[in-house]
């Protein structure tokens, strides 16, 4: 583990202090947890632009191509 230090706005750490103490964990575990998702997220949006790349309207069609051309069952329509 390291340490982190933050200067952050009084209200902010007031809101956090909150939160932290509804969700039942330290200030720092909200941060770690509120950091971990940020950048999960930012590496999901890498990884689908990355992944829409190689991906084309062509391939989209030979996929959907390969599905059968019947009605859904009863449970799956809308």
Avoid at 31 to 49: F, G, I, P, W
Wanted: glycine share 6%.
């Amino acid at each position: 583990m390291s340490t982190l230090s933050l200067n952050i706005p009084r209200s902010l750490q007031e809101q956090a202090e909150a939160l932290a103490a509804r969700e039942g964990v330290s200030v720092g575990e909200l941060a770690t947890l509120a950091l971990a998702e940020k950048v999960a997220s930012v590496a999901t949006v890498d990884y689908l632009a990355e992944r829409a790349k190689r991906g084309g309207r062509e391939k989209l069609l030979a996929v959907l191509a390969k599905a059968p051309d019947v009605e859904p069952e009863a449970h799956d329509r809308l």
